[in-house]
């Protein structure tokens, strides 16, 4: 494999997570997983402020995470690929299983 094209995808690939790396915005995405929802149906669900929701959408948006969608007064937003769905869901599996083990050390150590 050509180095450069390596290095440019590997930046490419860190630049895209660095996108999950707020919980607001990873709240968003998992809300979006039961499809479009508008910015007042997000900051109903989960209960941050419009402005702040409106600055994470953007950031969402503009890496290619989200798409919009307007209808009528409404602009609704959805994930643009689900395999962003499948992407967070195994992290999150990750997450819980290194929870588990955690959770399992301290209980050996403490008895």
Do not use: W
């Amino acid at each position: 494999m050509n180095k450069k094209k390596d290095t440019t995808v590997y930046k490419m690939h860190a630049n895209i997570c660095k996108t999950f790396t707020s919980p607001t915005r990873l709240m968003i995405i998992d809300l979006l997983r039961s499809g479009k929802k508008t910015v007042s149906e997000m900051e109903a669900a989960i209960g941050v402020r419009q402005a702040t929701l409106s600055q994470h959408l953007t950031v969402l948006r503009d890496k290619g995470i989200v798409l919009t969608n307007r209808s009528g007064q409404n602009i609704y937003y959805q994930i643009a690929n689900p395999k962003i769905l499948k992407a967070c869901q195994l992290m999150r599996e990750v997450l819980l299983e290194q929870i588990e083990k955690n959770s399992r050390l301290l209980k050996k150590e403490v008895i």
